[in-house]
Each structure stands twice: as C-alpha cells, then as structure tokens.
DNA sequence: TAGTATTAAATTGTATGACAAATGGGGCAA
DNA sequence: TTGCCCCATTTGTCATACAATTTAATACTA
C-alpha cells in the first residue's frame, strides 16, 4: 500500500492519521455523538492498514476525543470529555482557528493564574532566575518593533517568571496555555502601538520580583493580564 | 495466547496493559530515560500480542508518558513532558501514592483559581445553579460527621460552585483536580473535627455568591483555600 | 592516524488475514 | 405486552512477514 501522502513525506504513517482525524473532530467534521466509520472502511478509505488506523484511534482515544464499544462503534465523545489541556488538543484546535470564546476563557486563567506566579516568583525564584527574568525583559525592550519577536520573547519572559515560582504543575499549565496564548497575541498586535505601551508594566513587575515586592509584583502582573485581556476582547469584538 | 491475568477479567486486555505500564512508570519501576523492553520480549513477558501491547503503548505515548524511534527503542520521557493533567496520568500517580510536594501544588493551583472562581460563580451564576450551591452547602453539613461522605459532598459543592462560573476550561482544571483533592481530604480528615470547624467558612461563601456579593465571596474563598492548604501541610509534616 | 563514507544489525513501523468476544437489536415465545 | 434468545456487526486479539529508520561498527581514504 503506498504513501500517497502529498503533505508530510517524512512523517510516521500513524501520526499523520492522528492528526488528520485530530483535525477532523476539532473542525466539527465528526461532531460529538458521531459514529465513525468502521475500522476496515475507515482504513480503506484513509489509505492505511487497519494496525495504523487502530493505534491512531487508541492516541485519540487516550486524549479523551473518542470512545470504543464492539458492535457500536468508535464514537466522538463530547467537548467536555477531551483533554483540552493536551498539547495536541490545543495545538489541533488552534489550527482550525480557536473560538473566541475559548480565548477569553484562558484569560479568565491566566488572570486566575499569573497575579500569584508572580507573587511566587518573588518570594521563591534564585538570584540566577530573577536575573533571568530581567534579561527576558531587556530582550522584550530590544524587539519591541519587531512583532513576531516581540511575541516570543514576551511568552519567554512569562515562562521565566513561572519557572522561578516552583511550582511544576503550574509550569505545565501555563506551558500548555501557551500557543494559544500567542495566537491570541497575534491577534493583539493588531492594536498599535500595544507592544510599545505594555512595556513599563513589564518593567513594573521586573523591578518587583527583583526587588523581592511580592504585592507589588502580583498586582502589576494582574494589572498586565488585565489589559492585555481587554486589547483581545476588544480586537475580537472588531471581527 | 491465553489470559491468565488473574485481576480483572472483564476489562480489555489493552486498558489492563495501559493501566499496567502506566503504574510501572508512575512507582518508578522504569525511570524517565530508561528504555522499555523491545516490543517482541516485552509482549512475550506480558503475555500479550505485539498489537496490543503497541496499542497500549500509542495511548502512553499520547500521554505524554513515553516516546518511541526505531532502532533506539521506547524511552521514559521526562516527568516534565508528561500530560500532569491527564486524568488517567492524575489516577496512575494517586494510586501509587502522590508525593506530598505535588499535593502542595495543587493546593497552590487551587489557592490560585477558587477564590476568582467564586467571585465569576457570584456574578453570572443563574438562579438555579446558586440554588443549587447551597443544596450541596446543607448536604455538606447533614453529613458533616461522616468522613467519606463529607468529602462526597464537599467535591460536589466545589464542582457546583465551578459551574456557576460558566468557563468550560476551569471546569475541566478543577475537575482534573479534583480526585487528588480527595486523597489529601482523607490525610486532612486525621485532623478532628476538620469538617466541623470548616463548615461556617462554607455557609459564608455561599451566601455571599447567593447575595451576588462578589467581594466577599472572593474573599471567603481565599480563607477556605488557605486554611483547608494549612490542614494538609500539617497533616504532611506530621508523617 | 584521523576523518569520512559504507555497511550491517537492531528496533520500530506497516501490512495482511484470520478468528474471538462483546453488544445491541430483532424475532420468537410465554 | 414482556421477557428471552439468537444473530449480525463491530471492536478486540493474535500471528506473521516485511519495510523503513537509525545507530554503531567497520572499512576505506586522505
């Protein structure tokens, strides 16, 4: 059977049906509730033996998209059963384009989340980690015309912020929030100027980790998320 | 090929691998960087089909858990790449005994996401979801003397509460937190009459989210988080 | 001798075919 | 009508063979 495949030549079999299928339930192809088809059509339609079509399905299956049941079938499972704070979740559904409203519900997190990571990181983070926290700073100020830069470098230095609050659950949170996150900045940048006019909080709350100012430091940060959760909102309302 | 396996009968052989291969990982049996057993030896000690076993393995790998490259073999990724937030990753962790740090995370995570989400459940929760709240509220306390339904109940108005909130994405967090939650409960129930003492904290919260009282149900909230965090520590320090 | 290209071995990746087990529905009987 | 049984459909499991990939040893060359 040959690999026909004009996307990824150079890519596992079984990882490019995960993802095709990934895809397919994330753009509402297969709809929650949704019998798929059996699994030797499936594979005869897909190109693949039934052996890359089952593992696929199993990673699915293990990231809570769909569910198996002899005779009945292999089923899309409802939204609120998926992982959505699986990596590949995400990244799926950022392909397809994220909803607006999901957007806003990981700035409802991060507001949740970043105030006391920074607090955190005040009280907790080493001389080698604050330091590191102002270099990402400094590296901000250095891209700040630079869009697509200026977007890494601002999830480096909130990365560097959540890395010096020890906290490792935390890190894999904000980690998976992040490329949605930079998406949605994409969609920020659009507001101009927004690089240029976030940077003194940025320096605030620099200054106050530093400075080892743990309610100046979350207070700033909240500050931060506040404002850029309304430069989305408000970039979302003009679509 | 027959199936001995002498624990669970009636559940498929490649969810008993998956569970079996998970808790190995999860008690350290194979550490991050080791490498598996090649899949041949591997399904013959395991006494199941190669197909299964790499089905078994597949969901693993989309946990997180494992990576695979030919010829190198499969290999234990690092705890910082798995899937923290997988249900299954969560379960597999509990029942081998959760480090007593990674309790205190997410008691951390909790501190960070309750007290906002109190206040989000006071300003848009519907009339029959509040009502609700407090049903859970008053069932808290008709079985405040019974250990393990009090922490039932408990579950049920934090989830409850969570609802009211109206964020899909914090529901699913909280939701995955919340069986760890239950083990902590039962090292923080050691601490006599815990539920007792907690329960005016409780009332409080859910008037202030009934009266749409933001403020103040923030407020009470942080107080529960903080003092149910310093019942764990105690109880943590205290093995 | 050192550096590079070639080859070979080990492991995962893929395909195929066959049969077992479970399940849901339809038909049959009380 | 209701309960039971049987059967068709689908996933679950097994076995085997071969392809593709990668690492490492090996040979070859400058």
Redesign the pocket.
Known sequence: ???ISTSS????????IVRQIGLSIMSNKFKPGD?????????LQL?????????A??MLGAKGLVA???????RVRPRSDWNLLDPDVIAWQGEVGFEPSFLLEICEIRLMLEPLTARFAATRGTAEELAFIKDCCQQMQDVVDSTGDYIIADLAFHNAICIAAHNELLQRIMGTLGPPLRASRVVTSRVPRANVEAMPLHWSITGAICNRDEQAAEESMRQLVLSTTQDIQRALDAL
């Open positions: 059977m040959a690999k030549p150079r890519q596992s079999l079984y990882k490019q019998v798929l088809l059996n699994e030797p059509e499936l594979s190109n693949v033996s039934r052996s890359v079509l089952r593992e399905l199993k198996f049941r002899p005779r009945t079938g292999t």
